[in-house]
């Protein structure tokens, strides 16, 4: 991975430290964050926040030690989440994804960022079926992703050769296939099509409504307080 802010470096340590065997890698949370940030229906923190730390509203006191920990991570999340916004809200060119790197040999380990993004397109796996009624750029760029994850779990069909081409240009094509199909999700609302924004959530006090929409304190639900 590229040089990357004190701040995701401290998101990485948390998500490291965690004991599930289900808790999301950095590069992996900045795929997953993405898919939900581009999906044609919002989705609310409430429902995609346990799945980051592999576990359910539940049990999350249990997979953190302390209730500070536990507010520390959800900021650390939902700073990221804001930023990704900020970079599709500034246009093409500004949006980068998180990618590890092979330190052995160079190689981008995007595989890692597309399974994230795809475990946030199972969450609404209709809502995406909305592509196919758009621009040719949103169709195009819709199904390099759904064959990007096709590479990703060795499940493609297509000839060896071009799944080579495809996975040595996969870390220039992510960039631009969101940036596509954000601006295509954005051209929907202005089009009068019904369609929530994706929020920016910045920072919440604890004595604010929850961002999730649960009607709750934050210290009550996702403040795990």
């Not at 926040?49 to 520390?72: C, H, I, R, Y």
């Not at 040719?136 to 060896?160: M, Y």
């Not at 631009?176 to 202005?190: C, D, G, K, M, P």
């Not at 929020?199 to 304190?217: M, W």
């Amino acid at each position: 991975m590229s040089a990357i802010s004190n701040r995701l470096k401290l998101l990485e340590k948390l998500l490291a430290d965690l004991e599930s065997d289900e808790a999301m890698l950095l590069t992996q949370l900045d795929g997953f964050l993405s898919g939900i940030i581009i999906c044609p229906d919002l989705i609310l923190p409430g429902e995609w926040l346990p799945m980051v730390w592999g576990g359910s509203d539940s049990d999350a006191a249990a997979v953190f030690e302390s209730t500070k920990e536990a507010e520390q991570f959800i900021e650390l999340i939902m700073q990221h989440y804001n930023s990704i916004v900020a970079d599709l809200q500034r246009g093409a060119g500004h949006y980068s994804p998180l990618f590890d790197i092979d330190m052995r040999n160079d190689d981008v380990l995007w595989e890692i960022w597309i399974d994230g993004f795809d475990t946030a397109r199972q969450l609404r796996a209709n809502s995406w079926a909305e592509i196919h009624a758009g621009d040719a750029k949103a169709r195009n760029a819709w199904a390099g992703l759904v064959t990007l994850v096709q590479i990703g779990r060795g499940e493609s069909i297509l000839p060896k050769e071009q799944v080579n081409d495809l996975i040595a240009k996969a870390p220039d094509l992510i960039p631009h296939y969101i940036e596509t199909l954000n601006a295509w999700r954005i051209s929907r609302q202005v089009a009068g099509q019904p369609r929530t924004e994706a929020r920016n959530f910045g920072k919440v006090g604890r004595n604010e409504p929850c961002p999730c929409g649960s009607g709750k304190k934050y210290k009550r639900c996702c403040g795990l307080n």
